[in-house]
C-alpha cells in the first residue's frame, strides 16, 4: 500500500516520489515524467550459496541442452544466489556459448541445494550473455547483458528479481570500493514480448557488499479502473 500523502510531486523537477509499504518494508519509488521510467529501491539481503548448481543438474531442467552441456568448455558449476530469503537465482553464463542461450526453452524450475536458514525459497534460472562493458568519465562501470529467466515451466519475459540478482553478483565480483555499476537487460525478444530493465546500484565502502539496488524501466498500460474506499 502507499504510505502518507500518496505522491510527492518534487517542483523543482520532473519527478514524482511514493514509498510503498510490503513485507519486505519501505520501498521508495519515483517516477521521472521526461524519461518515462519508474525508479524503485529493492530491499536485499544478497547471498552466494556454498553450492554451486551442476551443469549435470541444470541439463534435467533443460533436456535440449543435455549433450551440449557435456561439452568440456562448458563450466562444471553455477552461482546459486538469493537476492532476499525466498528469491533464488542458479545464475548461468552463456556469454561464449551463444547457441545454447538461443536453445534455451520453457522448463522447470532448477533442484538447488540452499544453505542453512534460507529454505524454503523460489528457485529459477537466469541465463545470461555479456554484450559490452565500458567504464564511464565518472568510474561507473556500464554492462550491456542479453538476459532469459526460466522457472515452474514459463519463461519470464521481465524478471526484476532475476536482473537485480546477476547485477548485484557480477558487480561483486568486480568489488570496487564505493563501485557504482549500472546493467542494461535485454530480454523477452525470444517469447515476442521484448522487454528492458536497468539496474543501477552501488557497493559498500570495502566492494564487499551492496549497498543500493534501484530498479529502472518503463511500463506499459494493461489496464485502469477506479477504487473507492469507504470511510472509517
Not at 546459486?80 to 530469503?85: D, E, F, L
Not at 564487499?208 to 474506499?229: D, R
Request: proline letters at 5%; hydrophobic letters at 35%.
Amino acid at each position: 500500500m502507499l504510505q502518507g500523502p500518496a505522491l510527492f510531486k518534487d517542483n523543482s523537477s520532473n519527478e514524482t516520489s511514493a514509498t510503498l509499504l510490503t513485507k519486505a518494508g519501505p520501498v521508495g519509488i519515483w517516477y521521472d515524467s521526461t524519461r518515462q521510467t519508474v525508479s524503485a529501491e529493492i530491499p536485499h539481503n544478497m547471498h552466494i550459496h556454498s553450492k554451486s548448481l551442476s551443469k549435470n543438474t541444470l541439463s534435467q531442467s533443460q533436456p535440449v541442452l543435455q549433450e551440449s552441456l557435456s561439452a568440456g568448455h562448458i563450466p562444471q558449476g553455477f552461482p546459486v544466489v538469493s537476492i532476499v530469503k525466498g528469491v533464488t537465482y542458479a545464475l548461468v553464463d552463456f556469454t561464449d556459448s551463444p547457441p545454447l542461450f538461443e536453445r534455451v526453452s520453457a522448463g522447470p524450475s532448477p533442484i538447488v541445494e540452499l544453505d542453512d536458514g534460507w529454505s524454503p525459497s523460489f528457485a529459477g534460472t537466469m541465463y545470461y550473455r555479456r554484450l559490452k562493458v565500458e567504464t564511464k568519465d565518472d568510474n561507473s562501470v556500464v554492462h550491456d547483458l542479453r538476459v532469459r529467466m526460466i522457472a515452474i515451466d514459463l519463461e519470464d519475459p521481465a524478471c526484476g528479481s532475476g536482473s537485480a540478482t546477476v547485477a548485484a553478483y557480477l558487480a561483486l565480483q568486480d568489488g570496487k570500493k564505493n563501485g557504482r555499476y549500472i546493467f542494461n537487460l535485454d530480454q523477452g525478444s525470444e517469447i515476442d514480448r521484448q522487454s528492458y530493465i536497468t539496474v543501477d546500484l552501488t557497493l559498500n565502502e570495502l566492494g564487499t557488499s551492496v549497498s543500493k539496488i534501484m530498479l529502472v524501466g518503463q511500463a506499459a498500460l494493461s489496464m485502469s479502473g477506479s477504487l473507492y474506499l469507504r470511510e472509517i
